[in-house]
Each structure stands twice: as C-alpha cells, then as structure tokens.
C-alpha cells in the first residue's frame, strides 16, 4: 500500500463545490513562499545542504499545532504514479516532483493545508478552501506562517522583506490565487477582452494546473503577480475586488446566453450529459470540455440528478494518475480512455 493511497478516500476540500459564490469560484487559495536564513535557495544549495534543511524543516513543520497528525511524504520514496497524483490533487508543484531527493510535503487534515519543503523556496505553504473564501484561507495560513516563525529562522530584510528565490514573489511572499468557472465568458467570446483586463490591473491568469497550463475544462487560475510593496490584506483586498467584477461578468453572460440562445446552450449541455452517460472511450481533454458543459447545466439548474460537488470530483477522478490510482495498476493511453468512460457513467449513475 502507497502512503498517498488514504487520500483517494477522501474528497479534498476545494472541491467540495460550497462556499460564496461557488457556482462560478471553484476554490480559493493562499500560498507563502519561505526560505531559511543564511541558507542557499533549494537550486543553488548543494546535496548535502539541501539535506540539512530537510531535517531542520521536517522538525519545525512537526512541530506546528495545526499540522499534528498530518501525512508526510517524502518525495524520493514514492513513485512517479504517486507523484503526478499529488500534483492532481494540488497538493504540489510540477516542480516539486523533479529532483525529488530531498523534497518532501506535508498534508493536512482534509487537504486543507499543504507544505511542500524544498521546492523552489525551502517552504512553500499552502492553503485551499471551495468557494470564494480568501480571507478563511488567509487566516489559516497565517496561524501556520506563525507556528513555523517560532521553530525556523526565515530570510528576512526590513528593506525587501521575505526573500524568495523568485524575484516575483520577494516581498510578503504571498500568492493569492482563485480557480474560476468561466464557460459562458469563453462561448460568447468575451474572455480575451476580460483577461486582457486582469492582466493590466497586475493579475496574472492560468489553467487549472498553473504555470504553463492551458485553461482546460474552462478553469482560469487568477493570481497576484507581484508581492512586493504591498501589505497581504491590500493583495488580497485588490485581488478579491476583480474576482468580484470576473464573476459579474460570467453571471451576466450566463443570464445573455439564457436570454438569447437558451435553446444552444439547453443543447450543449445535454449533449454533453449525454456523451458522458454512453461514451465507453474518452480522453482527458474531451472530458474536461463535456464536465465543464455538465456543470453549467447543474450550476443554472438545467441538470438536478447530479450535484456540483459529484461534478467536481469527476475533474480529478478522471485524471491519468487517479484513474491508475483507482485501478491499482499501471495503465496505458488507451486503458484509461476505457477506464476514464467507465468512471464516468458509473458516477453519473450515481454508484
């Protein structure tokens, strides 16, 4: 048995499909970048260097009250199944599962919080929660930062405050980030104009697996991009302020698209129902697309039998290392389309 395997039991706490605004905000999340006084960032660190931070910070994170009776993992002990499963879940980084020698995560109750320990920064502390919920994840986050301020000495300037081993985030640290539902912005074609938007208000926008990923299944990832010069509660404050104007905009489109094509949109998403329902072969990308349509229907009340939080799930159920995970056994390309089809018509049959 892997030590990740409890994990596929549980349903993670973003993807619970409650919360503010949880219709169009899949989830909210914080991360802290951190890095250990007067020792080199994880790149330029040497083995033996990148080992004695690994054991000072797998006893200062040991020893945070909120992170007692949570499952550590080391990231060399498991294997690259395991590893992109993590990642599925987002639980770590893409970069945290290279090099995995002397990188470990630790994972909180729920998966609510997350540390990864020497990826880019020495400690990248992360929490999520469903729905638009910033300022409950940034206080959770902050009681960690807190803890672990009392067990590790982290590189701090008055002048430049936390530094990071990325300019970006040298500063607070602090990337705040939402997972936005944005298919009616991106059918009546006005998403361009909207990220194009965020971006000159200092946003940043990726896809569901972050840097370097598509907006698959019609998820946008919007972020801060710069933390320095700005106290957290004004990035927050700022970043919560254009969620709001994004989730006002696809409301409106949602309510144009009823108004003028209700007909196409009742068609696209019972399509999409349909295919899901009897497709017996289907990859990642065209299950993405049809779970995106199925959960505008369920989202504007067109579909009742499922609920969101079902959908939710079937985004990363349906993913290579859960289905495989699932199975408990290596498949190919062509085994999970089977096996991904198979999970979905047993799940919307409600099994």
């Given at each position: 048995?892997?030590?990740?395997?409890?994990?596929?039991?549980?349903?993670?706490e973003?993807?619970?499909g409650?919360?503010p605004?949880?219709?169009i905000?899949?989830?909210s999340?914080?991360?802290?970048a951190?890095n250990l006084?007067?020792?080199?960032?994880?790149h330029?660190?040497s083995?033996?260097?990148?080992?004695?931070?690994?054991?000072?910070l797998?006893?200062a994170?040991?020893?945070?009250?909120?992170?007692h009776?949570?499952?550590?993992?080391?990231?060399?002990?498991?294997?690259?199944?395991?590893?992109?499963?993590?990642l599925?879940?987002?639980l770590?980084?893409?970069?945290?599962i290279?090099r995995?020698?002397?990188?470990?995560?630790?994972?909180?109750?729920k998966?609510i919080?997350?540390?990864?320990?020497?990826?880019e920064?020495h400690?990248?502390?992360?929490v999520?929660?469903s729905g638009?919920n910033l300022?409950?994840?940034?206080?959770?986050?902050c009681?960690?930062?807190?803890?672990l301020?009392k067990?590790?000495?982290?590189?701090?300037?008055?002048?430049w405050?936390?530094?990071?081993?990325?300019?970006?985030?040298t500063g607070t640290?602090?990337?705040?980030s939402?997972?936005l539902?944005?298919?009616?912005l991106?059918?009546?074609?006005?998403?361009?104009?909207?990220?194009q938007?965020?971006?000159k208000?200092?946003m940043t926008?990726?896809g569901?697996?972050g840097?370097?990923?598509e907006?698959?299944?019609?998820?946008f990832q919007?972020?801060?991009?710069?933390?320095?010069?700005?106290?957290?509660?004004d990035?927050?404050?700022?970043?919560?302020?254009?969620?709001?104007?994004v989730?006002g905009h696809?409301?409106?489109a949602?309510?144009?698209?009823?108004?003028?094509?209700?007909?196409?949109?009742?068609?696209k998403i019972?399509?999409?129902?349909?295919?899901?329902?009897?497709?017996h072969?289907?990859?990642?990308?065209?299950?993405?697309?049809?779970?995106?349509?199925?959960r505008l229907g369920?989202d504007?009340?067109?579909?009742?039998?499922?609920?969101r939080?079902?959908?939710?799930e079937?985004f990363i159920l349906?993913?290579?290392?859960?289905l495989q995970?699932?199975?408990?056994r290596?498949?190919?390309?062509?085994q999970?389309d089977?096996?991904?089809?198979?999970?979905i018509?047993r799940?919307?049959?409600?099994?």
């Open positions: 048995m892997s030590q990740v395997d409890p994990l596929l039991k549980q349903t993670c973003w993807l619970r409650t919360g605004n949880s219709d905000v899949m989830s999340r914080i991360r802290l951190r006084d007067k020792v080199p960032f994880s330029w660190a083995k033996k260097q990148e080992k004695e931070s690994l054991e000072a797998e006893q994170v040991g020893a945070v009250e909120l992170l009776h949570s499952l550590y993992v080391r990231m060399g002990d498991i294997d690259d199944v395991d590893k992109q499963f993590l599925e879940r987002h770590v980084s893409r970069e945290h290279l995995p020698e002397f990188k470990a995560v630790v994972i909180g109750d998966e919080a997350s540390v990864m320990i020497n990826e920064d400690l990248r502390i992360q999520m929660q638009m300022q409950e994840c940034w206080r959770i986050a009681r960690l930062d807190d803890g301020h067990k590790a000495k982290f590189a701090y300037t008055p002048e405050g936390y530094l990071t081993a990325c300019p970006t985030n640290g602090l990337r705040a939402v997972m539902h944005l298919p009616s991106v059918m009546t074609k006005q998403i361009t104009r909207v990220l938007a965020i971006t208000l200092g926008a990726r569901l697996y840097e370097g990923t907006a698959d299944g019609n998820f919007i972020s801060n991009q710069v933390t320095l010069g700005s106290a957290e509660e990035i927050i404050d700022n970043l919560e302020r254009i969620i709001r104007q989730i696809e409301e409106n949602r309510k144009t698209l009823m108004k003028t094509n209700r007909e196409v949109l009742q068609d019972w399509r999409a129902h349909g295919t899901l329902q009897s497709a072969i289907i990859n990642t990308k065209e299950t993405m697309s049809l779970l995106s349509m199925v369920v504007m009340g067109s579909i009742l039998e499922i609920d939080r079902a959908v939710n079937l349906t993913q290579p290392a859960h995970k699932i199975e408990g290596l498949l190919s390309s062509a999970r089977v096996k991904r089809a198979y999970l018509r799940r919307l049959e409600g099994k």
